[in-house]
């Protein structure tokens, strides 16, 4: 029984670490075509629905999700800043709270549970139909036509997502914290601009790109590779935001860590100027 139970471990573990090589290959094929195939998915006609299905139609939940987020903060640190009389700086920890950490994170992970089981739904039904294997004998790469172009999409749209998240949280947390409590509107965007500096903001713009990229080749990879029938596909769209959500904490963790050694290396200090005063 404990050498079956073994046997049954060392299968798992292999299954994993080829399905992990699997995925390598696929993403490597992803980056060959992106470079030789330029004309077959950068077509107009192939990007733009992309951009509006997966832009467009989700601007207005990570929009909603991003003001909320500001609010709640506001709500949660009012009273512990205002014991210290200190209510006048929540903007600066708010704007820095959503602008690095929690606008970029929160946005990857609605963009990989609306767009990211949509894609692989939508190959996973290409697939379970031949329509992927039509594609083949006409001569076409699906990669080319079909994955590159998702996955391009996905990198290009989850920043320009992020900007808009970030920017309604920083109005959801002064929404709660000039028009609920009542802090002076001047302190709250001067601190604000003290606290939160341009490094600080791109450093969150360059993880959703990280974002995009694990979001659009972990969706299409499951959608590739799904199981035949109904059932197959609905596992494949699970999987890919299961997948996706856990990538993007575990890329969150090792970016922030880069990104803030990175700081210290190019100026050498701690940003405290929303402390200072």
């Not at 600066?92 to 963009?111: D, H, N, T, W, Y």
């Not at 036509?145 to 989850?158: I, S």
């Not at 500096?197 to 080749?217: P, W």
């Amino acid at each position: 029984m404990i050498a079956a139970k073994f046997a049954n471990l060392g299968q798992r573990v292999f299954d994993e670490l080829e399905g992990f090589g699997r995925f390598t290959f696929f993403s490597m094929s992803t980056l060959s075509w992106f470079f030789r195939g330029i004309s077959s998915w950068s077509r107009p006609s192939q990007l733009m629905p992309l951009f509006y299905q997966i832009g467009t139609k989700s601007l207005g939940v990570v929009m909603i999700v991003g003001t909320f987020i500001g609010m709640v903060l506001a709500i949660e640190a009012y009273n512990q800043f205002a014991s210290i009389g200190q209510e006048a700086r929540l903007g600066g920890i708010i704007g820095m709270s959503v602008v690095k950490q929690i606008g970029p994170v929160l946005a990857g992970v609605m963009i990989a549970g609306r767009v990211g089981g949509s894609v692989s739904a939508e190959l996973g039904t290409m697939r379970v139909t031949e329509q992927i294997d039509a594609m083949r004998v006409m001569g076409a790469d699906p990669i080319a036509y079909l994955v590159v172009p998702r996955v391009v999409t996905c990198v290009l749209m989850l920043p320009l997502l992020t900007v808009f998240s970030n920017l309604m949280g920083v109005m959801g947390g002064w929404y709660i914290c000039v028009r609920g409590y009542g802090v002076n509107p001047s302190d709250y965007w001067d601190f604000s601009a003290r606290f939160v500096t341009n490094y600080d903001i791109l450093s969150g713009l360059v993880k959703t790109g990280f974002f995009g990229l694990a979001i659009g080749l972990i969706s299409c990879y499951k959608g590739f590779n799904c199981d035949s029938g109904a059932a197959g596909v609905g596992r494949a769209a699970t999987q890919a935001f299961v997948t996706s959500f856990i990538a993007i904490i575990v890329m969150n963790f090792f970016l922030a860590k880069f990104l803030r050694d990175l700081y210290f290396l190019l100026y050498g200090h701690v940003n405290v100027g929303a402390f200072s005063g």
